[in-house]
């Protein structure tokens, strides 16, 4: 196939872009490269050099057949910097050499990559597919920065071919702040492996309570922190907790646990696998402020983990049935209660709910449902930047490749 030629059904050349491999993000596009090499698809990777490590090398390594377009990196910033220009340049460049039919910017950074590309004169026309993975849409509006951030995404809308969005709340962000409508459109939520629905059980000396994910303040672990010295006036007893991940804020939480007095009861610990954390705490608590459609409460959902969340973001749209299970964000007394109920609840009646919420997740939010529907956005997008001819009278219509 001559590079940059595919119809809508050939064997496609995929990048993905984006900054950090960290978090869902990371293991949203590692799922989606995955499952696009194993249905012969070439791929490849642009992202933020300081994030190339051995757990990086290792979920790379376990795409099967590699990543034939290969892995570049550069240094990449968070916040919009002077040292873009010199990335933008190396990523122009990447794409030059590889000739992908797609550029999937994953983020708002790898968004901003995908879609400004879409102005170097690059050979071929890849079409250009964004991701946002909540991002510049979970910063709180009315600030500047979000202003600047939504000023950019409207700027940037023209130059997208598909918009995969992993949550309709991300949807309806985007609509009600950009409201661009140019481009095809999917709601992707993302999905999970079969073998993630094997339960998971805690230690025997696993703590009351169990936190994973990033250590920052869209994720509303002061909250958390503030709920647990209520629940100590309240009973006498500050449940033990473990808090599992790393972040910025990890000084300020522990300084605020101190000011609390309820530091003796928490513990920090490093980046630890998802089904290892699990068996660590017996309640998953989720206080977030801000979400898209987090891994993590699927993963806990799948493997029976009890959890006590809060609706924000995509979290209902997991939850779907079951979503009056939640409770609101930035509220520390709500959070209090709701944690000693569970905490007090009968085995039986946690396990039970867990389960109901695990079959609801299985039904709904699987990996093959998550690629097929990229997939599908992809061929929309190409199909209208290169119609295919129509056939002869009596030809036989070439077989679809997904």
């Known amino acids: 196939m001559a590079a940059n030629s595919a119809t809508v059904n050939d064997k496609l050349k995929i990048v993905h872009v984006f900054r950090a491999p960290l978090g869902g993000l990371f293991r949203h596009v590692v799922d989606l490269a995955a499952a696009q090499r194993a249905r012969e698809h070439d791929v490849g990777m642009f992202f933020d050099g300081d994030g190339l490590c051995p757990r990086v090398r290792e979920a790379l390594a376990r795409i099967p057949g590699g990543l034939t377009l290969g892995v570049a990196t550069t240094p990449i910033h968070r916040n919009p910097a002077f040292s873009d220009v010199a990335a933008m340049a190396r990523f122009v460049a990447f794409l030059e050499r590889v000739k992908p039919d797609i550029v999937h910017g994953h983020g708002s950074k790898g968004g901003v990559y995908a879609r400004l590309s879409a102005l170097a004169p690059l050979s071929g026309r890849p079409i250009r597919a964004y991701t946002p993975h909540g991002g510049s849409f979970n910063y709180r509006p009315g600030t500047p920065l979000h202003r600047a951030y939504m000023f950019a995404e409207k700027l940037m809308a023209p130059l997208t071919d598909v918009f995969l969005f992993e949550s309709a709340y ?192 299985a039904d709904n939010f699987s990996i093959e449902t998550m690629v097929n529907a990229v997939m599908s956005g992809y061929r929309e997008a190409l199909a209208r930047r290169r119609p295919t001819p129509a056939a002869a009278p009596g030809a036989t219509a070439p077989s679809p490749h997904p």
């Open 170 to 361: 991300i949807a309806g962000r985007f609509d009600a702040l950009v409201g661009a409508r140019a481009g095809v459109r999917r709601v992707v939520a993302n999905g999970l492996s079969p073998a993630e629905f094997a339960p998971a059980q805690p230690n025997a000396d696993a703590a009351d309570l169990l936190y994973v994910g990033e250590l920052r303040a869209a994720k509303g672990i002061d909250t958390l922190l503030d709920a647990l010295a209520l629940i100590g006036c309240r009973s006498g007893a500050v449940p033990h907790t473990v808090l599992i991940g790393s972040g910025p804020d990890k000084a300020a939480l522990s300084e605020h646990a101190r000011e609390l007095d309820v530091d003796a009861f928490v513990s920090f610990h490093g980046q630890t696998p998802t089904r290892e954390a699990f068996k660590l705490g017996r309640i998953l608590v989720v206080p977030s402020r801000a979400e898209s459609m987090p891994y993590i409460v699927l993963e806990a959902a799948a493997a029976g983990v009890p959890m006590v969340a809060t609706g924000v973001g995509g979290i209902p749209e997991i939850f779907g049935p079951f979503r009056d299970r939640l409770g609101p964000a930035d509220d520390a007394t709500n959070l209090a209660l709701r944690l000693m109920a569970a905490i007090e609840a009968p085995a039986e009646k946690l396990r039970a709910e867990a389960a109901e919420l695990s079959r609801h997740v």
